[in-house]
Each structure stands twice: as C-alpha cells, then as structure tokens.
C-alpha cells in the first residue's frame, strides 16, 4: 500500500500534487480527472490509483499494470495559459521528469522515445497520455497520464516495444513513495521552463532523444512514412528528412527503418 506520509514529507512543490487523491481501484486516472461533473479543478492535482479497470494509452491500447506495484497516475492542469499555448510541451516536460527522475534516483540511462516513451535499456519503463476537454473550441481541463513501471517483473501480452521496469533493470524493490515525489519536484520545476525557456526544455528532451539522425519509418494511421529524423522543432514535431524535403510530423509511431 503507497504510504502517503512518506510520500508528502518528500514532496517539495508549491502546487503539483499539493491537491493528491488515492485511491484503490479506479477505471481511468485520466478519464476520472477529465469528468466534468466529478467537479475537481484544483491545477496541479493528482489522481493515484493502485489498479485500473480501463487503463488506456496512445491509439486506445490497453495500459495494464500490475496491482500496487507501479505508480499509475495523472495530473490535472488547468492553468489556461499553459493549456492554451504550451499543450505539445507539457508531453515532454511529464517524459522528461520522468527519465530525470530515474537518472537521478537510480542512476539508471534513459532515453526518451518521440513523442513520450521512456526507454532503459532499450526497453519501455514508461508511458505517457495527454488528453483534454474542450468548451466550444477552448481546452478547459488537460491531464497528464502517466504509467511507470516501478515494481512489476512480469508482463504479459504483446508489446510493441518490450517492457520492463525499475526492480527489473536494478534488481531491488523501489520505494514508490519517494519516487513519486522525485518526478513531481522536477515535473513542476521543468514547468517554469515550459514557460521561460522552452528551448532548454526541448535541448534537454533532445539529449536524451533516441533515433535522431537515424533513417526512420513513422507510421501515421494507416500510412507509414520514411526518411531521416532531422530533429524536432520548437513545438516538438518531428521533422522527416526526405530526398531533400523536410515534413512536419504531428503524431505516429516511429521505429527504425
Ligand atoms: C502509452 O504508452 O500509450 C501511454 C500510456 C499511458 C498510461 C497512463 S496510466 C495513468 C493514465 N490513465 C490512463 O488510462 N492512461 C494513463
């Protein structure tokens, strides 16, 4: 069971996580704090469940995670501004704390994956789902979805990339409780440069970036695309390389060609 006295003695922000809600079993993190009618519009709120009925992630794949063993969560934003103008940013702001807050934790080598994966070890430790509502054409409420991989050593099913998680590269249960609050510190710290200095938010993101400069195939719907990864612009779109051209992606899965 996450011990919330632990966890709050370690968490260090001013607003992140300051509103937190527990719960045992839930369908969604994300489809919970995006309910309208669940009233809950305190920014910076998280939501933390020990199990999901109806966990979902990129393209509605399933997202299944072991009871009590991982930290699934989401995190509610409702800071217009950034809603409004930061929305790409804010994906890798969630991926990039997560990776830092392993690197620092546990001295584990991540790389991050266009647009939100987490790898170790060429493996997924972590998958991220933004998702909103919307007014008319306005964004009212925005979550981050987060699912890490913490103490979980099986995993059943088809992978697209194959999973792991922190006991499983390290060889030693983790303590959730301070690794929650590790990612939320340096989730609301990466904030300020969402606003400020969103380059070194992208330079840090692209640092970790796996296969740029690779030959990739980026697969769109139904349509898969080829070229080279030529990097990512301000916004965070990938920019394909071909026969000279330069496209802009705006969401897909890539891998290499
Ligand atoms: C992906 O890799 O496709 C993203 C997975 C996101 C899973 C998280 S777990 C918490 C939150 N609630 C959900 O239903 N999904 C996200």
Redesign the pocket.
Known sequence: MFNLESFDIKLNTDFIGRNFIYTEEI?????YLLNKTNKINVDGTVLL?EK?I??????D?I?Y?AKEQNL???ILITNKKLIKDKFNLLNFAASLSVAIAIENLYQLRTELKWP??VLVNGK?I????LESISQGSKIEKL?I???LNVNQVMFQGNFNIPPTSIKTELNENVDRERLLAELLNTFEELLEKVEKYPSDLMKDWKSRCRLIGEKISVVEDDKTKYGIFDDLDDDGYLLLKNKGKIEKIHFGDVSLA
């Open positions: 369908d969604s993190t994300n489809t469940t999901q109806k966990g979902h992630g990129r393209k794949r997202w995670s699934t969560f989401s939100n994966d997924k972590a998958g991220i789902l979550v979805g987060i699912g």
